[in-house]
């Protein structure tokens, strides 16, 4: 019998390998998914999205879906508290202000379980003819030859196998990827030696506790005894039910350790709590060495994992997805270059090397320091003043968090440059950087009329470039919508009359004068 035959199979149907199915089917690329399990895990996880994120939702045809999944009411605020000693001490301050960086992202951030952020994405999954679900059934093999990719799955209950064919393979099966293990793709490992506990409970005592902190759904507690490593929890309901980690023991078992103490000893006070839940991850850092080999790409937890500090991995998870996604379509439709599919592992990964070094493990780095140099009752003056700066310097931490592509060989950033997770948010168009959002002289947000196409934005650009652009892209075979206005309102900020915007949304160039079919190659990898 005929092998069934896709465009792209995805391996895992967790949040970024439904999000890398729906950005292709929404561009007709024809995909299957194959996940584990029949429904998502109840495990609350993932919870702080992006203004990034969501406007990948809103692109999607999604975001309002999501706003109305949330667990926890839209006047909590997405950022966190963090507390010295512990939560219901004397010195805490706001964290993770990502509020402050709205100006720069079309869309409001979000807050919710990823096992509600997942079941949005299979309902709009289920929506598109282009793509199939193969819920309850795992990728047991993988084989790649010159022309394609072979999969073979099996039903997690009665055994049956299926094999299918496909042009390209994408493994968002998790830190522990067949995928990537079949692809013959290593992984650099950084091991912090820490046990981390992560316990759900619920209690209504502690939603009273924390009514001292108003609109505040996660906390950080820096405890000194633990060297820089975090204590934090979060709500995962209004009045309820609660999340929490903290480094333990090896060899910690439920039966071990006391966990209601545990929590208690974080917030400093006394309270009642029922475990619903109890589970051990080990804080390291792992990143795959490439992000792709041949027709096999990864993307999410098999192409990155790290501790859940700051709330970067299921964004950054999100944006493999939609810059691979733009990619297999332009190659598959036959425009993309050859270099194209190998811009992914190129841009993606640096910028993770980079989250992961840059935020996540300078964080523990800098705590780790401060709790050494500082405590009240060594000098509480000199405590109290550091801690003043360090509640000063937060928001800058959101700000420096802005993701790009400037060493990227498919834009043109500067001339020896990197890409990163550690920027500066700016409004003037960049090459490599997300593009600002904007109001059209019409009244619409440039983001309401980018397409998943390029977009060329002509403000008040001469005729003859413009032309120039329009027959390269012809001649490339190149789709590109063209958007012409004049420089007026808050277009001016941009600061380039000409602006190549990709379908991820990422400015690929931007000027006045320049050779449009040179421009164009470029950037779609030829």
Known sequence: ??????????????????????????????????????????????????????????????????????????????????????????????????????????????????????????????????????????????????????????????????????????????????????????????????????????????????????????FCVLDPALKGYWKFLGRVDLGTTFFFHAPVPAGSTRESLDCEGLIQS????????????????????????????????????????????????????????????????????????????????????PVFASTAQDFIEKSIDVDRTFLADHAPDRDYAAFERAWADRASGASGEVHAFEPHYDGSPIVFGPANSASSARGSHRHEARAGHHLSPVTLSDGRNIFDVLDGRFTLLALDAEPSRVAQFEAAARQLGVPLRIIRDDAGGDRQRLKAPLILVRPDQYVAWAGDQSNADAVLRRCIGS
């Open 1 to 218: 019998m005929p092998l069934t035959s896709y465009d792209v199979v995805v391996s895992g149907g967790g949040p970024v390998g439904l999000a890398t199915a729906i950005a292709l089917g929404q561009r007709g690329v024809r995909c299957l998914v194959v996940e584990r399990y029949e429904q998502p895990s109840p495990i609350p996880r993932g919870q702080n999205l992006t203004q990034r994120t969501l406007e990948h939702f809103h692109f999607w045809g999604i975001e309002q879906a999501l706003r109305a999944a949330r667990t926890v009411p839209a006047e909590y605020g997405m950022g966190g508290l963090t507390a010295y000693g512990t939560l219901l001490s004397d010195h805490h301050y706001d964290w993770m202000r990502r509020e402050l960086v709205r100006p720069f992202y079309f869309t409001d951030n979000e807050r919710l379980p990823q096992y509600a952020t997942e079941a949005v994405l299979r309902r709009r999954a289920s929506e598109l003819e282009t793509v199939e679900t193969l819920y309850g059934w795992s990728v047991e093999d993988l084989a790649q030859d010159a022309d394609g990719v072979t999969l073979t799955s099996r039903a997690r209950v009665g055994g049956e196998t299926r094999q299918v064919r496909c042009a390209y393979a994408v493994g968002a099966d998790g830190s522990r990827s067949l995928v990537r293990e079949r692809a013959g793709i290593t992984s650099t490992l950084r091991d912090h030696d820490k046990v981390m506990v992560l316990l759900v409970f619920r209690s209504p005592e502690l939603h009273q506790l924390l009514a001292r902190y108003p609109g505040k759904s996660f």
């Open 266 to 349: 974080a917030i400093g006070a006394p309270f009642k709590a029922e475990i619903d839940h109890f589970g051990l991850w080990d804080l390291r850092i792992a990143i795959a060495d490439t992000y792709g080999h041949g027709r096999v790409f990864i993307a999410g937890d098999a192409a990155h994992s790290h501790p859940p500090y700051g709330g970067y991995g299921i964004n950054t998870g999100f944006e493999d997805a939609v810059n691979l996604a733009w990619k297999l379509d332009a190659v598959l439709k036959g425009w993309g270059g050859p270099c194209l599919l190998d811009s992914y592992s190129l841009e993606r990964l």
